[in-house]
């Protein structure tokens, strides 16, 4: 069984940025900044939305399926884009919706897509997963869960980029995919792990404190575009 317990919707960052980029005059001086905002928020929802074709692949087992799930771990929050959990593990899946070429850069820690010959520098996604990993842990150890199996992928949702790093950094590749070897993945992770660490009581109560406990991202689109800072 597959079950969807939250399911995705439009971001509410992109649903204001939208109201206000239809609101705000095209000749206003921040009008670009707001579109070229809304154009970033829009392609990563993309991405994410591009992963629901591969896991209705998955075969019927017991997955039940989170999107856009936001906790806190002590006073930060922490967001996931798509969480599978079982009896079994957990599965962190964090979505880029990159085109050209990405390069993992192990040395600096930073990913570095060249496209149309401009490089481009982000954060690194294995740090993020791995700092995710830690607050989902935390997060279950709180709420007083047994320990459970964390596993995070990287999932580059457009077929054509071409992902790169160096060849001392050969186990990449367990990390980061392309979404359609997503199934695939998933199933290999499923027979590699044998044991159940949770019971059907304590899944069934994670599923419903994780509903709970979620809270929706909410801040002021005017005073982070329009509205001056404070000095």
Not at 22 to 27: D, E, V, Y
Not at 63 to 81: T, V
Not at 94 to 114: C, M, W
């Amino acid at each position: 069984m597959k079950l969807i317990v939250k399911k995705r919707k439009v971001p509410l960052p992109v649903r204001k940025l939208r109201a206000l980029a239809c609101r705000l005059p095209p000749n206003h001086p921040k009008f670009p900044l707001i579109m070229n905002d809304l154009k970033k928020r829009e392609a990563g929802y993309k991405g994410e939305c591009s992963i629901d074709f591969p896991l209705s692949f998955l075969e019927p087992k017991s997955y039940f399926i989170f999107h856009d799930l936001r906790l806190q771990d002590q006073s930060r929050f922490f967001q996931l884009d798509t969480l599978l959990i079982s009896k079994k593990y957990a599965l962190i899946i964090e979505v880029k919706n990159i085109a050209g070429s990405i390069y993992f850069d192990p040395h600096f820690n930073q990913l570095i897509r060249t496209i149309e010959g401009k490089e481009t520098a982000f954060p690194d996604p294995v740090i993020q997963v791995s700092r995710q990993e830690s607050q989902l842990t935390n997060w279950f150890l709180k709420n007083g869960f047994p320990s459970l199996p964390i596993l995070s992928l990287i999932v580059i949702s457009n077929p054509q980029t071409i992902i790169r790093t160096a060849l001392e950094n050969h186990e990449l590749h367990y990390k980061v995919i392309h979404r359609d070897a997503l199934p695939a993945k998933i199933n290999q992770m499923e027979h590699s792990i044998t044991e159940s660490s949770f019971s059907e009581k304590d899944l069934k109560k994670a599923i419903r404190v994780m509903n709970k406990h979620h809270i929706d991202a909410d801040f002021s689109i005017l005073k982070r575009t329009i509205l001056p800072k404070r000095t």
